[in-house]
Nanobody, 124 residues
């Protein structure tokens, strides 16, 4: 089992920035990649970014390239999502997840463990 705890969400004005954190504990040695997803009310959960735990290669959905940056601190078993130039449409619950497979996926079903989510609200 892997436990994930997100933090860093909150209320921010449009154009502002937030940094989300996700701390992992438990059987983290089995982690192949960690990802961030988000889900807005009435919408499906969508892929934001992912990072391979070994090597640190990053993957982004096209709509977030240039604004969001994923990074990790292996020593702290923590992954981060730096979000800049936030827009009201970025308002959602943001989730981190771990994948124990052999390739980085972009679908929620590709991920094995999930955090509880952290709310990000961007005001106009």
């Amino acid at each position: 089992q892997v436990q994930l705890v997100e933090s860093g969400g909150g209320l921010v004005q449009a154009g502002g920035s937030l940094r989300l954190s996700c701390a992992a504990s438990g059987r983290t040695f089995s982690t192949y990649a960690m990802g961030w997803f988000r889900q807005a009310p009435g919408k499906e959960r969508e892929f934001v970014a992912a990072i391979k735990w070994s090597g640190g290669r990053t993957y982004y959905a096209d709509s977030f390239k240039g604004r969001f940056t994923i990074s990790r601190d292996n020593a702290k078993n923590t992954v981060y999502l730096q979000m800049n130039s936030l827009k009201p449409e970025d308002t959602a619950v943001y989730y981190c997840a771990t994948e124990t497979g052999v390739r980085v996926g972009v679908r929620p079903v590709d991920y094995d463990y999930w955090g509880q989510g952290t709310q990000v609200t961007v005001s106009s």
